[in-house]
């Protein structure tokens, strides 16, 4: 097993203690503000589910995935829906989603699955459609405390997203680690839109 899909479904419980009830509505708002009322939203890698509740209790159609099994099952009691037990390179929809939320989720591939991910995020994505998603700010790449991360500075996520077919960022921010005594923790916060060369690549293939 995947030495992070190990560390997450050793420590499920230990997780969702200490991320399910952390205040994430700034940014959760910042994102939402981009959708119609009642868009569809993929959470990807949804973890607690902390934020498919908040989506829901706010009146978005929700989808959740996660790859750890005992996630899954706390995340699905959680929010009250089932949450489907899937790896990101999994995902196979075509033109779904207003919305994708990846938040600290794909951080834990390596780059070349994240081309991938990435490129199959794109054509889950309606027309228009967005992401968000973060990495911790930095510029380490490899295992890192049971888990492996990528990290990115906003100079190396522009020149890597140069090589991404179908998305564009729109904007980026940074912001200290929300969790109590890791503020000084800093994370880069992106927010992905699916373009309209994406939909004439796909058009052009058909």
Known sequence: MDITLKYYNENAEKFVQGTSLVD??????RFLSKLSPGAEILDFGCGSGRDTKSFMDKGFVVTATDGSKELCELASEFTGIKVKQMLFQELSEVDRYDGIWACSSILHLTKEQLSNVFEKMAAALKANGIIYTSFKYSDFEGERNGRYFTDFTIDLFKK????????????Y???GDVRAGREE???L???LRKTEDFERAMNNEQ
Do not use: H, P, R
């Open 24 to 29: 994430f509505s700034e940014t959760q708002n």
């Open 160 to 171: 890597f997203m140069e090589g991404i077919c179908g998305i564009e960022i729109e904007e």
């Open 173 to 175: 921010w940074l912001t």
């Open 185 to 187: 923790e800093k994370w």
């Open 189 to 191: 916060n992106v927010i």
